[in-house]
């Protein structure tokens, strides 16, 4: 078979992010103004919910989250083990402490009965993730968290108004995904979503944080509270001070620099007129995927069913009764055919960063059991139907011997 190049996750840009960015920087407004906001307003029509903040990265969603509910040191907040450490990080860099949470048996969902069990009178905030695009269990989380409501203690308004555990999505890999009718991004209490490089729907860098609407919490407040923390703590954007005699603008506080420029927003405004296309692609390399895999000793995720819609963001086969060097012996010899695979993932507690914390992978046996033998196959708009052939054929031989 004649080899192929099959990158693992390229950005896939048209002539039409080539023409938003174009005109971005001949408008003059090339950092926050008009296409942030107007990109802003249409993920909130995409995911059913009021307001939008867009910010440079799914990493600064989740943590201005976290510092405008006012969680600090002494708090606790509960995240998976089985996640990227984006989850994880935001929760040190506001000086709470993170509490894991091992996976279910054979499921990359966090065990909701272990979650239940360490929701402490400490704990503030619970970051579930939706991995791979696949929205996870949050009747579950929800009901986990009213389980233990008792033990809350409200250390502000705002979280006296929630008067229990937030919960927050990271739904780095879901935009566009659904869960029993309803759009991520309007199920938790907050979402965050990445348009990273690698990510279905790109900004180069960028995420969005949405949030569900209370009748007890004003959405502009929560607005204008993501708008200070990312611009210095500045009363006005740029684009403000430019109305005649409206320079003048205050801090607030000495505040974080992490805004969404329009050149990022212009190519976002691009990429969602061809999401729903997208979308649909993934969702056909996926099934073909399923079906050329169904007869093999592998367990893939359930990306679709009556219930649920992913993403589709990530391709994760788990080659069953095989270990760590066997399934580093398939990528390599995926990668002898110039196919790029990826492990998603090594359990935060095998990192130096969360070990020097004091997190030991033997806590979290069923996490290891997911990243021990699992391989992801390239899945991106870019893929031919020959490539997806391809790879299906190249995978396959090798998984076979």
């Known amino acids: 078979m004649k080899l192929r190049n099959i990158p693992f996750s390229p950005p896939d840009m048209s002539e039409m992010e080539i023409v938003e960015v174009s005109e971005a920087l001949q408008s003059g407004w090339i950092t926050t103004g008009p296409r942030t906001k107007e990109f802003e307003k249409l993920i909130s029509i995409c995911c059913q919910t009021d307001k939008t903040a867009c910010l440079n990265s799914a990493t600064a969603c989740m943590e201005l989250a976290l510092r405008v509910l006012g969680v600090g040191p002494g708090d606790e907040v509960i995240v998976p083990a089985y996640t990227y450490t984006a989850s994880a990080s935001v929760i040190c860099h506001v000086g709470a402490t993170p509490v894991m949470v091992d996976s279910i048996p054979d499921c990359v969902e966090m065990d909701y009965d272990k979650l239940a069990e360490a929701?402490?009178?400490?704990?503030?905030?619970?970051?579930?993730?939706?991995?791979?695009?696949?929205?996870?269990?949050?009747?579950?989380?929800?009901?986990?968290?009213?389980?233990?409501?008792?033990?809350?203690?409200?250390?502000?308004?705002?979280?006296?108004?929630?008067?229990?555990?937030?919960?927050?999505?990271?739904?780095?890999?879901?935009?566009?995904?659904?869960w029993h009718g309803k759009m991520c991004g309007e199920i938790a209490d907050f979402t965050s979503f990445s348009f990273h490089a690698v990510k279905n729907l790109t900004t180069a860098e960028g995420g969005a944080l949405t949030w569900k609407t209370r009748s007890d919490v004003d959405n502009e407040y929560l607005y204008k509270q993501f708008q200070l923390l990312s611009l210095h703590g500045q009363n006005k954007d740029?684009?403000?001070?430019?109305?005649?005699?409206?320079?003048?603008?205050?801090?607030?506080?000495?505040?974080?620099?992490?805004?969404?420029?329009?050149?990022?927003?212009?190519?976002?405004?691009?990429?969602?007129?061809?999401?729903?296309?997208?979308?649909?692609?993934?969702?056909?390399?996926?099934?073909?995927?399923?079906?050329?895999?169904?007869?093999?000793?592998?367990?893939?995720?359930?990306?679709?069913?009556?219930?649920?819609?992913?993403?589709?963001?990530?391709?994760?086969?788990?080659?069953?009764?095989?270990?760590?060097?066997?399934?580093?012996?398939?990528?390599?010899?995926?990668?002898?055919?110039?196919?790029?695979?990826?492990?998603?993932?090594?359990?935060?507690?095998?990192?130096?960063?969360?070990?020097?914390?004091?997190?030991?992978?033997?806590?979290?046996?069923?996490?290891?059991?997911?990243?021990?033998?699992?391989?992801?196959?390239?899945?991106?708009?870019?893929?031919?139907?020959?490539?997806?052939e391809y790879i299906i054929t190249n995978f396959v031989d090798i998984i076979s011997k």
């Open 119 to 178: 929701i402490t009178e400490r704990t503030k905030f619970i970051i579930a993730v939706d991995l791979g695009g696949i929205v996870c269990d949050y009747d579950k989380i929800f009901a986990a968290v009213e389980s233990k409501k008792y033990l809350f203690k409200p250390a502000n308004d705002i979280q006296k108004v929630y008067g229990r555990v937030v919960v927050m999505a990271d739904a780095a890999h879901a935009f566009g995904a659904m």
């Open 238 to 388: 740029a684009f403000a001070k430019t109305q005649i005699g409206a320079w003048e603008y205050d801090i607030i506080a000495p505040y974080y620099k992490c805004n969404m420029t329009d050149i990022m927003a212009g190519i976002g405004l691009a990429q969602l007129k061809r999401y729903p296309e997208m979308l649909r692609r993934r969702r056909e390399i996926i099934e073909r995927y399923d079906a050329a895999l169904k007869d093999h000793n592998v367990q893939v995720l359930n990306h679709y069913s009556d219930n649920h819609c992913s993403s589709g963001h990530l391709y994760l086969v788990r080659l069953l009764g095989k270990d760590v060097e066997e399934r580093n012996e398939v990528i390599v010899k995926m990668a002898e055919h110039n196919i790029a695979c990826n492990v998603h993932y090594k359990p935060l507690p095998m990192m130096t960063a969360y070990k020097a914390l004091g997190f030991d992978i033997a806590d979290y046996p069923n996490a290891y059991n997911l990243y021990r033998n699992e391989v992801t196959l390239p899945l991106h708009t870019r893929l031919t139907n020959e490539d997806v």
